[in-house]
């Protein structure tokens, strides 16, 4: 420090910096050498610290960060974390694989843990289809209504996550194919037509009474097989039922048109290829759960 | 009012010293005093002491299931006990409340008589006086502590030494022990922790607080205050001219000197310059030299300088609580006047009724049942196989009291709705009856449908929910969606 910085400041008799701001002088105190030690002290502990721990980075051509004598590695805690919850789960895990369906549903703590891990497995898996809570789009069945293609117990959504739906890789898939009556020319455009107004009437819309007669006959012939005299629709065959208010790919004219021209045939794949017993399991209660279990 | 200048009673400035950067501590050697305000400090420390490691160990009843102990926070459990309080997460804001009422508090104290809660209440101030309490009990007051200090390590120094460490140590343990009681049960802590089966936790924190009290009030002491504490500093903000502080009077001291027995006392100060003020200061200041950062405001040099004024037979008061402005103006001629009441002192006590007052208000209205209606909101509705629109909800049921109850639940307001809860029946009148565990959180599943006449848009409607047994109604308005405008 120069000498002409020496001012004193007169009642304490302190040096000041030689700061001043409005008359009013900074002391320049000392530090209590304590805190001085302390400072010492933490220099000499990160130097420990970066012996034990691992500390330096990777530095172009060190090859790896250095490792540290206490050998600790976030990686490899992560790791372990991943482990001791997977053998924790595996616990309930085992549980859910030897009860039953039925068993998991009543039973309050397989419940709650079938209902978390289906969650969370649905939302990785199935919610890109069927949308957050099982709400469906368009082409996609909502799973939270009462309507099912398939099946809405417990054993058959099973199956059907298991086998998946026209998931030809799987011979026990469940299969069914609508023709396409207009693309392969099974029927004219005006019998389409016809057999579109029949379709719609069958759930109370108002159509062309004529052309739903005419439709009436043709829907006996081509349609009724698989979807029911009454269009009520077979589950074994996948059929939708046509009287209700639910139309998986819409149920305007145009909709329907589109479906009896082309035939839609949609495809969910098989679970079973890529998930394990007990995430199945868990994802059946789980969509049993969300409004339309049966 | 007229206005006078504040002077600082200045001691002639000492010769400059070499300065070094860094300074070695002082060793303080505060002396024993005796006076009303030792005695004071000597029921304040008692009760302080006394309430910290005492308050533990109070039950109170609450019931089955519940902790009996009346002040605990209960982390695992997630609550927090104040004996008739019972506080669950979501309402921590009563804990900012009391945290914001301190505060305040803290600021009206200071504004109106300095330092108090430094002087008498803090933590440091009253772990240091046990400690020092400690230390005269085995190396004896001032003089001998500091005689003992400048002797060669002899067998009489060391067990003195040894045993006011030992004494030390202990308070520590029981202190950081203590700690822990506050959030476990006391006595099953207690036992526990002992044979080592407590939580890990637990023992973190007792070493911890064994070793912070330990160094804090044994070794650190006044440089806690000076150096590591925040408050000296705020103080400064806080306390104004007006505020009653422990201030040596220098209208009456000024010009010090000794004075034997027989002298006049004309033309000359009442301060007999005996340094006995400086002696009993634990924070080994000199409160001549005017209001300093360093000073607790524990009011020692009152009794210290009052002994020594009856002695030489002058009126004790020398050193006493007195304000800035008032020994200005007597130092001038003028008449003294104190102003307790100022605009912040009485906004702070405003403010401390007002908050006050809401949170007397807030715990005597809360309830001890909530109901929380959270909307599914994926899917926002389905439509049903009929055309009917049904809505999900998770309905969450929060029982705060102690007795296990069952609610009635209805839902009404749109024409046609139903209700279903998941897992239960309804009665033949459309009730719902669901259970509320006590002091438990407990959800259901709830599904409303609305045919589809009269369902479109945002619509709202009423889940009505009563007690059974008590007859206490809960509304609660939710809204239900429907495709359309
Ligand atoms: S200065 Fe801080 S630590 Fe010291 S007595 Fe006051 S509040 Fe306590
Ligand atoms: S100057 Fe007086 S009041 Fe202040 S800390 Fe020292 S003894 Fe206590």
Same mark, same amino acid.
């Given at each position: ?294 | ?315 004790? &008061?020398?050193?006493? #609580?007195?304000?800035?402005?008032? /020994?200005?103006?007597?130092? =001038? *001629?003028? @008449?003294?006047?104190?102003? %307790? ?98 002091? &438990?959180?407990?959800? #259901?599943?709830?599904?409303?449908? /609305?045919?589809?006449?009269? =369902? *479109?848009? @945002?619509?709202?409607?009423? %889940? ?22």
């Amino acid at each position: 420090m120069s000498e002409h910085h020496k001012d004193i400041d007169q009642p304490t008799g302190v040096e000041t910096t030689g700061h001043e701001w409005d008359g009013i002088k900074e002391l320049n105190n000392p530090l209590p050498r304590w805190w001085l030690y302390i400072w010492y002290g933490t220099i000499a502990f990160s130097i420990g610290y970066m012996v034990v721990m691992p500390a330096i980075p990777a530095l172009p051509g060190l090859g790896t960060n250095t490792r540290g004598l206490a050998g600790q590695s976030d990686r490899i805690a992560v790791a372990e974390q991943v482990e001791s919850l997977r053998a924790q789960r595996s616990a309930s895990g085992s549980a859910l694989l030897t009860a039953s369906l039925e068993e998991i549903e009543t039973d309050r703590e397989l419940q709650q843990f079938a209902m978390a891990s289906g969650e969370s497995a649905f939302g990785d898996n199935c919610a890109t289809c069927h949308g957050a809570g099982g709400r469906g789009a368009k082409g996609y069945p909502t799973l939270a209504d009462d309507a099912w293609l398939w099946s809405g117990t417990l054993e058959g959504i099973q199956y059907t996550l298991q086998h998946g739906i026209r998931h030809e890789e799987d011979p026990e898939t469940r299969f069914s194919l609508m023709p396409a009556f207009g693309r392969d020319r099974l029927l004219e455009r005006q019998q389409i037509d016809d057999v579109v107004n029949h379709v719609l009437s069958l759930s109370g819309r108002e159509v062309d009474e004529a052309a739903s007669s005419r439709g009436a006959d043709i829907f006996a012939a081509q349609c009724a097989s698989c979807h029911g005299a009454n269009g009520t629709g077979d589950r074994t065959v996948g059929a939708p039922n046509l009287t209700d208010d639910i139309w998986v790919f819409g149920g305007e004219y145009r909709d329907v048109y589109n479906t009896v021209y082309n035939a839609r045939n949609a495809h969910m794949p098989a679970w079973g290829e890529r998930l394990d017993e007990a995430t199945i399991k868990s994802l059946a209660v789980y969509v049993h759960s969300l409004g339309g279990g049966e | 009012m007229s206005r006078v200048t504040l002077i600082t009673p200045k001691s002639p400035p000492p010769a400059p010293p070499p300065q070094d950067l860094y300074a070695k501590r002082k060793q303080i050697y505060p002396k024993l005093a005796h006076g009303k305000f030792r005695t004071v400090k000597w029921l304040a420390m008692a009760g302080m002491l006394g309430i910290y490691y005492l308050v533990p160990w109070l039950r109170w009843d609450r019931g089955t299931g519940v902790p009996d102990q009346a002040v605990l926070a209960d982390f695992a459990g997630e609550r927090f006990f104040f004996f008739g309080i019972e506080i669950w997460p979501q309402e921590a804001y009563y804990l900012a409340g009391l945290m914001i009422l301190a505060a305040l508090g803290l600021f009206l104290v200071t504004s109106l008589f300095g330092r108090v809660w430094c002087g008498y209440a803090c933590p440091q101030t009253v772990w240091t006086d046990l400690y020092i309490w400690v230390e005269r009990a085995f190396e004896g007051d001032r003089a001998a502590r500091m005689r003992l200090d400048a002797k060669p390590m002899s067998f009489n120094k060391a067990w003195r030494k040894v045993g006011k460490h030992a004494v030390w140590l202990l308070i520590a343990f029981v202190t950081g022990g203590a700690f822990i009681l506050y959030f476990h049960d006391a006595q099953m802590i207690a036992q526990t922790f002992f044979i080592g089966e407590a939580p890990l936790s637990a023992y973190w924190f007792a070493a911890i607080l064994t070793f912070t009290t330990y160094a804090l009030a044994g070794t650190m002491r006044e440089q806690v205050c000076t150096y590591l504490c925040p408050w000296p500093r705020i103080q400064a903000a806080l306390t104004d001219e007006h505020a009653l502080n422990v201030t040596y009077r220098y209208d009456r001291g000024e010009p010090r000197g000794p004075h034997r027995k027989g002298e006049s006392w004309e033309g000359r100060g009442d301060c007999i310059d005996c340094k006995q003020c400086v002696q009993v200061c634990p924070m080994g200041i000199d409160i001549r030299d005017g209001a300093q950062l360093e000073c607790i405001h524990c009011a020692l040099c009152i009794d210290a300088c009052d002994e020594m004024m009856k002695k030489v037979e002058r009126p004790t &008061g020398l050193i006493a #609580y007195d304000t800035d402005i008032a /020994v200005a103006r007597r130092a =001038a *001629g003028m @008449r003294t006047q104190y102003r %307790l009441i100022r605009a912040r002192t009485v906004l702070y006590a405003a403010l401390m009724v007002a908050i006050a007052a809401l949170m007397a208000w807030g715990l005597l209205n809360r309830g001890t049942f909530e109901v929380n209606v959270l909307k599914d909101r994926s899917p926002p509705y389905v439509r049903l196989s009929d055309g009917d629109i049904r809505n999900g909800y998770t309905l969450k049921l929060v029982n705060k009291s102690g007795e296990a109850r069952e609610m009635s639940l209805e839902a009404n307001g749109i024409d046609g709705l139903q209700l279903e809860v998941i897992g239960l029946e309804a009665t033949e009148a459309g009730r719902i009856f669901l259970p509320v565990a006590a002091h &438990g959180v407990d959800r #259901y599943r709830i599904f409303v449908t /609305v045919p589809q006449e009269t =369902a *479109g848009g @945002r619509d709202h409607f009423t %889940l009505l929910l009563q007690d059974t047994a008590t007859g206490e109604l809960h509304g609660n308005r939710t809204s239900f969606m429907a495709p359309g405008d």
